[in-house]
T-cell receptor
Framework: DQQVKQNSPSLSVQEGRISILNCDYTNSMFDYFLWYKKYPAEGPTFLISISSIKDKNEDGRFTVFLNKSAKHLSLHIVPSQPGDSAVYFC????????????FGTGTKLQVIP | GAVVSQHPSWVICKSGTSVKIECRSLDFQATTMFWYRQFPKQSLMLMATSNEGSKATYEQGVEKDKFLINHASLTLSTLTVTSAHPEDSSFYICSTDLSNYGYTFGSGTRLTVV
């Protein structure tokens, strides 16, 4: 049972435009959500997170939105840059992030110059 | 969809003992498995890449003799933490790369060394 779902395996966006990556979860116990970025031959690196007490968290060009009622979160990248091309993982955890993290299967983002 | 089954989910062991963690690919063959160490609210640290039928490739700073990886079949990769110490306590997670179908992660193993 996939508790964290990223239904789009890939996404292509023009440089300068907004990239929107989506994620859905099923476990209502999840209260801490993370986005990771992964380049080839490297491990996923932490990008941005959000606690369930918030519905938005912003860090520079990256904003994560959380809709608890819909069990949906999204990552917005504005403006998109070619260096943003990578695989992005959505992940969720319980107990404020100190429980194990459950990952989605990833979305490969390609930013076209 | 592809599933990676990871066992055990949690384990408590005494300092100095060894612990084996298994990752099995269900309904597909995994020629490559990635092993990560996971810290709370932080990035996953890639420890090693295991390839079926050959020696694992370890990342810089990861002790090969301490973290033994075996990938003897297309459906099973194991990580053995030898002579575990309290500082080895962490979450360990495996993952496989299904190329166009995305990555599939195991459910993770919480190791506590006392």
């Amino acid at each position: 049972d996939q508790q964290v779902k990223q239904n789009s395996p890939s996404l292509s966006v023009q440089e300068g435009r907004i990239s929107i990556l989506n994620c859905d979860y099923t476990n209502s116990m999840f209260d801490y959500f993370l986005w990771y970025k992964k380049y080839p031959a490297e491990g996923p690196t932490f990008l941005i997170s959000i606690s369930s007490i918030k519905d938005k968290n912003e860090d520079g060009r990256f904003t994560v939105f959380l809709n608890k009622s819909a069990k949906h979160l999204s990552l917005h990248i504005v403006p998109s840059q070619p260096g943003d091309s990578a695989v992005y993982f959505c992940a969720a955890s319980a107990l404020g992030g100190y429980q194990k993290v459950t990952f989605g299967t990833g979305t490969k983002l390609q930013v076209i110059p | 969809g592809a599933v990676v089954s990871q066992h055990p989910s949690w384990v408590i062991c005494k300092s100095g003992t060894s612990v084996k963690i298994e990752c099995r690919s269900l309904d597909f063959q995994a020629t490559t498995m990635f092993w990560y160490r996971q810290f709370p609210k932080q990035s996953l640290m890639l420890m090693a890449t295991s390839n079926e039928g050959s020696k694992a490739t370890y990342e810089q700073g990861v002790e090969k003799d301490k973290f033994l990886i075996n990938h003897a079949s297309l459906t099973l990769s194991t990580l053995t933490v030898t002579s575990a110490h309290p500082e080895d306590s962490s979450f360990y997670i495996c993952s496989t790369d299904l190329s166009n179908y995305g990555y599939t992660f195991g459910s993770g193993t919480r190791l506590t060394v006392v």
